[in-house]
């Protein structure tokens, strides 16, 4: 029976506009006969279920504002509660929709930070998974990925309050979301963006982190490019520099070391081949090459012990041709 008047519903939207009814007790109702008192009456149920944290009852006024009394300073706020409302119920799209709408009609919104702060939530429960309704309708299901959702509000909170810390976090929550979705150039350059604008922020200690991850997860993934190398250490001297004495340094010298394996073990098995092919002038030249480039790494220490038995093999060999 719901599916059927939430179909009636939204045949109803294309007709009539989505804002003139409302489901209630399972019935669709025209919100107008729900306008029962004055418009501040109903401004001020609307607060008491805000105070009262009454998330439902709260959507139902702030409706009956916004649908009743149009073009009121009453409704214009409503639409920020109405955001709120929906927040509450951890309907997110839905609630990011209605703080739009409140921040863009408005030359100077009442609670224009509230508002940004709400957005930025949303953001962040979108990147930790939350879903959104299928094609933007409220009465579809929540399925629908919202990664792409999550970076375009970061970018709202960013251009809306540029040096403040909110903005701070919304940098590093889209660095995030990017580097989640591989996109690592963008990612990266997000990082350093966070880096350049808040230089002491204890979430530039992050992005430093971050950058040297990324920089990893390329080694690992692709064709074992030294230039990620030396931007990885490049990264590393940047941050030491910047945060000096900083413990989390550690992490991101361990995601050097960990590069630094990755290269001198592919430098490793070619050592190896040489070796199985009685090629001994090649092998000793790898092995030597890994030791001056990789000297703090597991691989190091096993080529050490492969390069002295390649080097008395070489002895005898030289031996014999004398």
Do not use: C
């Not at 399925?143 to 919304?170: K, M, Q, R």
């Not at 604008?197 to 204890?202: A, E, I, N, S, V």
């Not at 592919?266 to 090459?289: D, H, M, N, P, V």
């Amino acid at each position: 029976m719901r599916s059927i008047l939430l179909t009636l519903a939204f045949l109803l939207t294309s007709t009539m506009g989505w804002s003139a009814y409302t489901l209630q007790d399972g019935k669709l109702v025209s919100i107008d006969p729900l306008t029962t008192g004055s418009v501040q009456e109903h401004y001020g149920q609307m607060i008491s279920a805000y105070e009262a944290k009454d998330w439902s009852e709260l959507e139902q006024e702030a409706l009956i504002l916004i649908k009743g009394y149009p073009g009121t300073p009453f409704a214009k706020e409503a639409t920020y509660f109405l955001g709120v409302a929906y927040f509450s119920q951890e309907d997110f799209d839905m609630a990011n929709y209605q703080f739009t709408d409140y921040l863009t009609r408005q030359a100077s919104p009442k609670y224009f930070e509230e508002a940004i702060q709400y957005k930025f939530d949303i953001a962040e429960k979108f990147r930790s998974g939350a879903r959104k309704h299928l094609m933007g309708f409220k009465s579809m299901p929540k399925w629908a990925p919202s990664g792409g959702e999550a970076i375009g509000i970061y970018d709202e909170v960013i251009s809306a309050l540029p040096h403040h810390d909110l903005a701070a976090h919304a940098l590093y929550g889209k660095a995030e979301v990017l580097k989640k979705r591989d996109d690592f150039r963008a990612s990266i350059e997000v990082y350093q963006t966070l880096i350049r604008r808040f230089p002491k922020h204890m979430l530039s200690i992050e992005s430093y982190i971050g950058i040297g991850e990324i920089y990893l997860m390329q080694s690992q993934s692709e064709y074992p490019d030294p230039d990620f190398l030396d931007l990885a250490e490049l990264n590393l001297r940047k941050f030491k520099a910047a945060f000096p004495g900083e413990e989390k340094t550690s992490l991101a010298y361990r995601y050097l070391v960990q590069m630094q394996e990755h290269y001198a073990g592919s430098l490793y098995e070619i050592a190896r081949f040489y070796e199985r092919t009685g090629k001994w002038g090649a092998a000793q030249i790898y092995y030597q090459k890994i030791l001056k480039s990789y000297p703090d790494t597991d691989t190091a220490q096993e080529s050490g012990r492969r390069l002295e038995y390649v080097d008395a093999k070489l002895v005898k060999i030289n031996n014999k041709k004398k």
